[in-house]
């Protein structure tokens, strides 16, 4: 597909579960962005990877929150021991440069931690 | 600390008629800001943007307004149209080149036949 897919689009987990989103950017795009909102909220930065720069964290709000990058492709956003507030629409954003004017974002995971 | 603000929830306007949707930031760093729409069920997609050095831009139907001495943008369109009817973001960034948006917390656009 020529867009970003994410994967899967919906998740119910049990509090205390480990989660992984997965989340294919589209091909030739050498920055990937994660964003969650929550109910209500607007969109939050998680992290940014570009090329082979190390990440940039900051958005991160916990150590329980974590991310990879593999080859410069396939990202993936793992979340340990899951809680309530974790809950949220993750969303996966890519784009072909250092300019922000043009992300390309994904269709979203729903996350739900019962 | 919601640095981008978008304070309506929601909007309702009839089809042909004006859409008006607001957003205030408290950053003044801020030097580039973006409006994105979103459908239920898909991501975001750009739609307009603007740099602090001009107080307009236009794009067919959609044009946003910039007062940087009120920390204030707007998202023009006009004429409404049925499929305008979707979540509206506005985002802002240090400039151009940064790597973080800060992004409201959206407005539903409803637009009535």
């Known amino acids: 597909g020529a867009g970003v897919s994410q994967s899967p689009s919906n998740k119910v987990t049990e509090k205390g579960k480990d989660v992984e989103l997965r989340c294919d950017p589209i091909s030739g795009h050498t920055a990937l962005y994660w964003y969650r909102q929550s109910l209500g909220q607007g969109l939050e930065f998680l992290i940014y990877?570009?090329?082979?720069?190390?990440?940039?964290k900051s958005g991160l709000p916990s150590d329980r929150f974590s991310a990879e990058r593999t080859g410069g492709s396939v990202s993936t956003l793992t979340i340990q021991r899951t809680q309530q507030e974790d809950s949220a629409v993750y969303l996966c954003a890519s784009s072909p440069g250092t300019s922000i004017t043009r992300q390309y974002f994904g269709p979203g995971t729903r996350l739900t931690v019962t | 600390d919601q640095q981008v603000k978008q304070n309506s929830p929601s909007l309702s306007v009839q089809e042909g008629r004006i859409s008006i949707l607001n957003c205030d930031y408290t950053?003044?760093?801020?030097?580039?800001f973006l409006w994105y729409k979103k459908y239920p069920a898909e991501g975001p997609t750009f739609l307009i943007s603007i740099s602090s050095i001009k107080d307009k831009n236009e794009d067919g139907r959609f044009t946003v307004f910039l007062n940087k001495s009120a920390k204030h943008l707007s998202l023009h369109i006009v004429p409404s149209q049925p499929g305008d009817s979707a979540v509206y973001f506005c985002a802002a960034s240090i400039d151009q080149g940064a790597q973080k948006l800060v992004f409201g917390q959206g407005t539903r656009l409803t637009i009535n036949p």
């Open positions: 950053n003044s760093m801020f030097d580039y």
């Open positions: 990877f570009q090329g082979n720069s190390a990440p940039d």
